[in-house]
Every structure is written in structure tokens, then in C-alpha cells.
């Protein structure tokens, strides 16, 4: 077969020469159709919204009341501004960034987003073969609709999230099954005592355990290519279930039990952390800590990094931008790897984070809505782009590797 007949809109495809290649990947990584005019990670949501029922692209893009969190997140990144070098010799670039004994292809990866399946079929899994192929970590949540293992058997670099359950032999068994999957790498999400007050989910329509009911129906009708190439694909293979939330299948999507699955979590406090430390050979990572006593006491327990995370806005209303606290929280852990969730959408975000103290970044809602736009060739293309713009900026600011970053690259615009 002739090079020219290759087939180059696979996800392999993309991902191969549009990261390889930054100034392909500006002009929409050499893709066509519906993949041609994706220039940027905000592209994919304009596609998503008109794919996902009102309900579910609600859930996704959504955070709580005011929307305080969310929005800092993004301003956070723009009150910094870049202090370029010239003329230093750029033609050596590369994004390798070395984690837990890995090396990375870059420095960023897929963050833990819940009941993904239902974005795109077999989203978890979508977003797991596109995150290896491209050697970027992606972190399964622990309130997805896919089986941990069969994630392992994609990808087996994959990292698993942990919503701890509310008694202690539940928690055990539940470390014991993660450890037998293979997992290297556990991240324990511990800014839910309770749930936050989502009201943009009830105005979109969206419930936990989902109730089927008028509103939903019509939502899904008007949506025809995800009613039949979503969802009715996906009840093709059973009613989909909670599969990580515990050692054993949690409840059903539509069952009453998910309430009381996701609840008795106040009485949870670093003891608990303590007893899955002794337990838990791998790295244990701690996400949704904000305050540099909080990382301080998470180094002291034993844990080998921490992601400094809000929520994306969808806990606390007002919680300060991880990017905010980042500096103070990298001088009271030394040199514990330190990793940021929220807010990041461009190369430069990555970078402002990373000259800031950051070890890595991860996205969320941006490869989410790749995999609703394209499924495992959105999530590929989004890699690429993400990579192409870091590629581009350490170029422009004269580095050719992230370690040479520094806060010597930036000045605060303003307080």
C-alpha cells in the first residue's frame, strides 16, 4: 500500500504526527473531518454540547452555586505573564518528565471523571487506550462505570482513584482488590466529606441515581446519535453499574443504593490514611489538598505526592484556586512531587504551573468532551494539540527542558 493511502485519522495516526510536529498540529493536526477545524481543548466542548443531552454535558461542564471555584481557576492562570528568553538555542526541546520511576512523554495526564461511559461508549476505556498510546497517565475514578480490571488489561500503567467507602473493612477490601489488579499507582480523593451543593444539576435535569422520567426521555429523543450510539449501545451490555466504588460491583446507575454508596464519609480523617499506608505498596497519591498544613501532614503519613485540587469548582464554592496555593504548598513539602488539577486548558497553563513548583498537571472536562466529539481519535487529537502548544511555548520562552523552568519566567501581572 502506498504511503499516501495510509489510513491517518487513527488514533495512533494522530497522535504520532500531530505531537511530533508542532507546526502540523497548528493547522488542526493534518485531520480531516470533523477533527479539522479542532484547533484547541475548547474547541471540543462547543462539539460535546451539541452531542450530550442537556442533562449530561450539564454534569460535565457544571460546578457549584456560584460558580466562585471554577472561575478563579482560569483567572488564577492569567494573573501571571511570561518573561521570554531569545536566542538560546531551542532544537533539543523535549516534554519527557520522569514520575514514580516512569518516564512520560509529557507532563500532563487524564484526571479521574465519573460515569465517563456515559459521555461516549466505553468512554473509561476510550480515554485509557488513547492515554497509553500516547504515554500520558490516566486516572480511573472510582465512581466509573467500567471494571478496574479490564482497564489494567488496556493499559496498564493506568492509575486508580479512590472515593474511600464509609467503614474500614470496606476500605480494606477495596485496597486489597486495587492491589491485586496491578495498579502501581492509588490516589485517594479526599475533599468529600460531603457532597456539594450542584445545583446546576438539577437544572439540567441530572440525578444520582439517574431517574428516568418525561424530561430525560425527550432530552435523550433530541439527541438521536448519542441515544443510539451511546446509550442504547451501552445498555446492549447491562444496566451499568458503579463497578469501583467498593471490593465488590457496586449499585446500579438507576439504583436507590448509589445514595447511600456515596454517603458516611464525615467521619473519615488521617487515621484512615495512616491504616491504607501500611496497607498499600504502591504510591499513594492524596488529591484535593489546598493548604500547605494539609500537604505538610500528607508527607508526614508517608504518602509519595499530592494533587492540589478544588474539584474543578464542584465541592466547595469559593475554595481558593489550586494554582494560588501552589508556591506555599511547594515550600512545605520540599521535595515531595507536588501535582495540580484545574483550570488547564492551554500549553501555557501547563507551563505557568510547572515554572511555579508543579512535578505535573492534570485535565479533566477538556478529554471528556474529546471523547463525546470523536471517541478515542478526539482524545488522541486533544493529547496532541496539548502537547504541540507546550512544544511551541518552551521554544518561545527558550527552554529545552521543563527542569530549566523557573519563576524566573514569570511576573505577576497583577494582585
Known amino acids: 500500500m502506498k504511503e499516501s493511502a495510509l489510513n491517518t485519522h487513527t488514533p495512533q495516526a494522530i497522535a504520532q504526527n500531530a505531537s511530533s510536529n508542532a507546526w502540523t498540529a497548528f493547522n488542526g493536526a493534518n485531520t480531516k473531518g470533523k477533527l479539522a477545524s ?12 451539541a452531542y ?7 454534569y460535565i461542564a457544571g460546578s457549584v452555586e456560584t460558580r466562585q471555584s471554577w472561575k478563579d481557576n482560569f483567572n ?50 476510550v480515554m485509557a487506550r488513547a492515554a497509553a498510546q500516547a504515554n500520558i497517565p490516566f486516572i480511573l475514578s472510582g465512581s466509573s462505570l467500567t471494571r478496574l480490571e479490564s482497564i489494567m488489561e488496556v493499559a496498564p500503567n493506568s492509575w486508580f482513584q479512590a472515593y474511600l467507602p464509609g467503614e474500614q473493612q470496606r476500605i480494606n477490601g477495596l485496597i486489597a482488590r486495587v492491589k491485586a489488579a496491578g495498579v502501581k499507582t492509588l490516589v485517594i480523593t479526599v475533599d468529600i466529606p460531603v457532597a456539594g451543593n450542584r445545583e446546576n444539576n438539577i437544572r439540567a435535569g441530572f440525578s444520582t441515581p439517574l431517574r428516568p422520567n418525561g424530561r430525560l426521555i425527550w432530552d435523550g429523543m433530541t439527541h438521536p446519535r448519542w441515544l443510539l450510539g451511546t446509550f442504547l449501545r451501552t445498555l ?18 438507576i439504583s436507590s443504593n448509589v445514595e447511600r ?11 484512615h490514611i495512616e491504616k491504607i499506608r501500611a496497607l498499600w505498596p504502591g504510591n499513594l497519591i492524596i488529591k484535593g489538598i489546598l493548604s500547605a498544613p494539609d500537604a505538610s501532614m500528607a508527607k508526614t503519613i508517608g504518602a509519595d505526592g499530592i494533587i492540589i485540587s478544588n474539584h474543578g469548582g464542584r465541592q466547595l464554592d469559593g475554595a481558593v484556586s489550586p494554582l494560588r496555593v501552589l508556591p506555599d504548598i511547594i515550600q512545605a513539602v520540599g521535595n515531595l512531587p507536588v501535582m495540580l488539577d484545574g ?12 515554572a511555579l513548583g508543579a512535578r505535573f498537571v492534570f485535565l479533566g472536562r477538556p478529554f471528556n468532551f474529546a471523547a463525546a466529539t470523536a471517541s478515542q481519535a478526539g482524545v488522541s487529537h486533544a493529547i496532541a ?19 530549566e523552568l523557573g519563576k524566573e519566567h514569570l511576573l505577576k501581572l497583577r494582585v
Open 52 to 58: 450530550l443531552p442537556k442533562a449530561l454535558y450539564g
Open 38 to 49: 479542532i484547533l484547541c481543548l475548547d474547541d471540543f466542548e462547543a462539539r460535546a454540547r
Open 76 to 125: 488564577a492562570f492569567e494573573q501571571w505573564g511570561f518573561v521570554p528568553r531569545v536566542l538560546q538555542n531551542v532544537a533539543r526541546r523535549s516534554q519527557s518528565t520522569t514520575l514514580f520511576n516512569h518516564e512520560w512523554s509529557c507532563p500532563f495526564g487524564i484526571a479521574p471523571m465519573g460515569i465517563a461511559a456515559l459521555s461516549t461508549y466505553d468512554g473509561d476505556q
Open 385 to 403: 494539540l496539548l502537547k504541540a502548544e507546550i512544544d511551541r511555548n518552551m521554544a518561545m520562552l527558550g527552554v529545552n527542558r521543563l527542569e
Open 343 to 354: 483550570g488547564i486548558r492551554r500549553g501555557s497553563d501547563v507551563l505557568k504551573a510547572l
Open 236 to 253: 446492549m451490555d447491562g444496566i451499568p453499574h458503579f463497578e469501583n466504588s467498593f471490593a465488590e460491583r457496586g449499585a446500579p446507575i
Open 261 to 271: 454508596d456515596f454517603s458516611n464519609r464525615e467521619h473519615l480523617d488521617w487515621r
